[in-house]
């Protein structure tokens, strides 16, 4: 079999960091917008759900993508056991 490209190796950790990224930049550009506008107030029962509700859709963003990459590592793993297979008969 081939060998695999290294850009395709390193994707679960490219994904693992996206996800950090994706979750605080999606969190950060709502806050960022809330408390720009004015009357912002974060003990407004509204705001806050505003908030838990952001923070839930960035958390789960960032699930995909550790899942993603946690499929990607795992036919990586399968990848290289076959080919040590074929390697060896």
Same mark, same amino acid.
């Given at each position: 079999?081939? /060998? ?17 990224l994706v979750a605080a930049a999606y969190f950060g550009l709502i806050y960022w917008d809330l408390a720009s506008s004015e009357g ?20 789960? /963003? ?23 297979? /074929?390697?060896?008969?």
């Open positions: 079999m081939t /060998e695999l490209p290294v850009l395709l190796r390193r994707a679960p950790k490219i994904f693992y960091i996206l996800s950090f912002f107030d974060r003990r407004d029962p509204g705001v806050q759900k505003l908030m838990i509700t952001t923070l839930f859709n960035a958390l789960q /963003e960032a699930i995909y993508l550790i899942g993603t990459g946690a499929l990607i590592d795992i036919a990586i793993r399968i990848w290289d056991k076959i080919d040590r297979k /074929e390697a060896a008969q």
